[in-house]
């Protein structure tokens, strides 16, 4: 029984990193730009189909197929910026249409991708052997080590970027007033490009990090950015370590019911979740309530 | 010779061309087309733009996204199907029992989820329709799970019974129909305008005495319901359902087709056809029109955000056109013939403070006001005079005292309470209700002159036209009074500012008050307007309209107020007629300073 557990909370950890990762993207975007960016999921599938192409289509290494993959999230994500959210914020759209319009562009790119790629799952190999390791009991397989190592990554960076530097904190607050961070002489577009790039660097890395596990394919980012955004709104949005609890609080959950329960309704208790969260606590767990 | 009721024809086919050649369609569609393939189709259609009507009313009327909707449509067909074929209950009354619980169940959902807003809203319904999904996937027993629910009965009325495609076009477009013609007139009555109003700037809204919460609830609940009946018609048409049926992508196909049809019915249908039509007639390649989809929302928010509705039916030109139905004049039976003429005071305020976070804005104020005045308040910026106003018309909560209007207590009244009990307001920034006309703009100040519902105001029943021509005539009144019927007509947005605060005067106005609140209302104005509007005040105040004035143009407060009440951080200083005020040192001292009094 305390192995099954362990079991649990081993595979909790891996999908809770995966889902922290895309929550940390939506909330950087959301906060500086006001915009739900529901490409974020969809930026996590081509960092993975990209990977895919580059090591295991063309068996290019991963130290260069990794960095590679996550230019081409970066430039996607940057394209997205300066084609459509910009001209669109710029014009006075209301944030909401922006948010709205983010759906049209990832199905744009799901539909690019499935062009491309055709509709099949598509496997990648593990990054370092498929040998399983036990601890106490409970068995990993090497990649989830990459996903928790990426994961530990990408968050300490956010810290280090967020606590320490005056950009990181200068986009944390730009959401809550653009007209005056701009009257002031924030570099707007400047910040708003760090954010896309922030949101195409953790998607990519979610995307690149997973796809060895479980498959990749055109169509795994709608499903992401929601469970992200499920993460996001239960540890609250306005912090990135709510955003990463908020991600292991669901891994969690959903691991748990698919264990104990029924695997058909693991997406179920993460709506349930999310619905219980908006309903009582609006700001999230972890979330400070903002009058 | 002329045929009696000719006129009344021709009037007919002026004002309703676009849904009598609806009704046309409706009926010659399936008789022209004899291919089955394509009347098939129609009936798809035209249970998706049930679908869509419910939609357009809570998007685009009234800007709540909801990405859930195929939620509702779940409901509909699994309640519809279930009650019929494991209980055995006729189907038509399935049918009424799915809406009904439907309805129930969004009600439910708005009771905690419609305080959010925006995409936090639209998440929670999309958590719904997610919900609504997975459960009926898993439910084996009482869905059929993912292999579905089969042998669901077709409706039959005596011996018609609905098992041909035909009929249930004819059924379908029929509910089409109705409800077509509910939400059209919907749009261009009383309820649409305050649809609008709350999506356009909320605040204002509610000064105008709209309940934005209730309204929302109904328009929810109302839209889930057309979305409930539209999946009880599939469940009998197609006598079989899947929860592939009511995916997440069935919300977002048509919340792309409301957002590209924009804020008209006919757009939305129009493009409801083309685009369902469109994805059918590439069916094999099925992923191919989402990218389709896709590509149309993101130029329609570049080319025209409001969608092709605001291309093809411009809002001017509605309110233009129905300046023609009421030109006559009011029944003498609608008129109102209240006279005011009361005495003593209208308003107490009884030792309120105030304070935002720890900064005291107001501390123990103590004021009256007496009937047909005008009360000048004054004092530095932060004084806190808007704080006073906002408190006065229910925005803030005092922290402690009491208020008491008209002699009764209204320390607890929200702001559209307080509106129906005749207090208006300006803003000190301008609130309008962007994209509407002048007109329509203060005929939302009117709102509260009606009561009719969704059903009663939608099918344009006679009370409901009673209270738009009471409506209408209040506005015109009120903007003729105000020298502004010449811009009636035009987008508020177009106006120059002066005239801008002009309407936000015309539409408190048509509140018919009997207590204004007005917050700077001469910022920005130029002598000669300001000279105008020292005229207005005047004469609002002899209509027997009490005034409470937030200016901080000396010369015009002196001028009209009958007495001055001074503020200065958040206490009150002096308190009498501008002459005794002008002279009182604690006020010479708030506004010069010490120094400069010693000086002089």
Known sequence: MLEFILQFLASSLTEGCVYALIALGLVIVLRSTDVLFFVQ??????????????????????????????????????????????????????????????????????????????????????????????????????????????????????????????????????????????????????????????????????????????????????????KGFAAAAVGGITNPVGALSGGLIIGLFESFTAGFISSRLKDLITMALLLLVLWLRPQGLFGKKNN | MELPGINYLNSLVKRRWPFLIFIAVIIFFPVVISSYSIVRLGVVLAIYAIIITGMTVLTRYLGIVSLGHAGFFAIGAYTSSILCVKLEINPWLAMIGAALLTVVIAFLFCVPFLKLRHIYLGMATLGLGQVVYILSKSMDNLTGGAAGFA??????????????????????????????????????????????????????????????????????????????????ILAHFITFISPESFTMDISFACLIIILIGGANIWSTLITAVILLGFQEAVRGLHDFSTGVYALLLIVTFFVFPDGLASVIFPRSKAAKKKSKLYSRDIPENLKSSEVKNNTGKILEVNDVSFNYGGTQALLNISLSVEYNQIMGIIGPNGAGKTTLLNILNGFLMPLNGTIKYQNTDITHKQVH???????????????????????????????LKGKTGIFRSGLNLKTSRDEEHIIWDGAVKSLESLGLMHRAYDIVDNLSFGEQRQVELARALALEPDLLLLDEPAAGLNTAETEKLADNLRNIRDQGITIILVEHNMPLVMSVSDTVFVLNFGMSIACGTPEFVCKEEKVITAYLGKEAKNVS
């Not at chain 1, 959401?175 to 400047?190: C, E, H, M, S, T």
Request: with cysteine.
């Open chain 2, 151 to 232: 042998d669901i009965p077709y409706l039959q009325i005596g011996s018609l019974l609905f098992d041909e495609d035909k009929y249930l076009f004819y059924l379908a477009g029929f509910i089409l129909i109705i409800f077509t013609f509910i939400v059209d007139n919907l749009g261009q009555m009383r309820l649409g305008r305050a649809y609008h109003a709350i999506q356009s700037n909320e605040k204002a809204a509610r000064a105008s005495g709209i309940n934005v919460q209730k309204n929302m609830l109904h328009v929810f609940c109302f839209s889930a319901f057309l979305a409930s009946i539209a999946g009880s």
């Open chain 2, 417 to 447: 309470e307080l509106a129906k009990m005749k207090i208006a307001r300006t803003f000190q920034l301008v609130n309008l209700f962007k994209g509407m006309t002048v007109i329509e703009n203060v005929m939302v100040g009117r709102h």
């Open chain 1, 41 to 226: 999921g969809t930026l996590a599938m081509v960092g993975g189909i990209t990977l895919y192409a580059l090591f295991a289509q063309l068996n290019i290494p991963l130290i260069i197929s990794i960095p590679l993959s996550l230019i081409i999230c970066t430039i996607v994500s940057l394209l997205t910026l300066h084609i459509i959210v910009l001209p669109l914020l710029s014009r006075g759209a209301p944030s909401m249409s922006v948010s709205i319009v983010t759906i049209g562009v990832s199905m744009l790119i799901e539909m690019a991708a499935m062009l491309i790629f055709g509709k099949n799952n598509l496997a990648v190999p593990s990054f370092s052997g498929d040998e399983p390791v036990t601890i106490l009991g409970a068995s990993f397989v090497p990649q989830h080590f990459w996903i928790i190592g990426f994961t530990a990554g990408a968050l300490l960076l956010t810290l280090i970027f967020f606590k320490w530097t005056w950009m990181g904190k200068a986009m944390t607050g730009l959401g809550d007033n653009q007209l005056l961070a701009k009257a002031i002489g924030f570099p707007v577009r400047r910040l708003f490009r760090y954010a896309f790039i922030f949101s195409a660097l953790v998607g990519g890395i979610a995307g690149i990090a997973f796809a060895p596990i479980s498959y990749t394919g055109f169509g795994i980012g709608t499903r992401l950015t929601i």
